[in-house]
């Protein structure tokens, strides 16, 4: 390709073919111009086009960054959340996000790290289940 400055509508662009395959936040977009270098007079423009057309949007990213990291990494409702925070999403979107998780999916995630980790002494198991975003009234609760 020929090394030239591309337009706005060429960024749009090649920005809306990054969020059609997959979900993406405002902050992972930013990030990704950066990395390819684009004019950074040039991101609020592209943002405003990607939320109105709907490449990017807060509550459907929210959901599916929950549903992800409880479902493949099984992690705890606490350390969703600062996740989240760092991506500077709304409060809002979080907690709608957070309150959808499936307490079945989440408590059985649980008890598989639980018994995953049977091994270790039982202040080392409580620090791994601390570390992956659990509560320790959730993982009293899950001891049963």
């Given at each position: 390709m020929e090394n030239r400055e591309l337009s706005k509508a060429e960024w749009i662009s090649k920005v809306q073919v990054y969020c059609a395959?997959?979900?993406h936040c405002a902050a992972d977009v930013r990030r990704?111009?950066?990395?390819?270098?684009?004019p950074s007079d040039l991101f609020d423009g592209i943002e405003e086009n990607l939320y109105a057309n709907g490449?990017?949007?807060d509550e459907r990213f929210c959901r599916a960054y929950v549903h992800d990291?409880?479902?493949?990494?099984?992690w705890g409702r606490i350390k969703i959340q600062?996740?989240?925070?760092?991506?500077?999403?709304?409060?809002?979107?979080?907690?709608?996000?957070?309150?959808?998780?499936?307490?079945?999916?989440?408590?059985?995630?649980?008890?598989?790290?639980?018994?995953?980790?049977k091994k270790d002494s039982e202040e080392k198991?409580?620090?791994?289940?601390?570390?992956?975003g659990f509560t320790y009234e959730e993982i009293k609760k899950a001891r049963g």
């Open positions: 395959r997959a979900e990704k111009l950066y990395e390819w270098g684009a490449f990017l949007d990291k409880v479902a493949y990494q099984s600062a996740g989240l925070r760092a991506l500077q999403l709304p409060e809002t979107n979080i907690r709608e996000a957070l309150d959808q998780i499936d307490e079945s999916v989440y408590t059985n995630n649980l008890r598989a790290l639980m018994a995953s980790r198991r409580l620090r791994f289940l601390l570390q992956r």
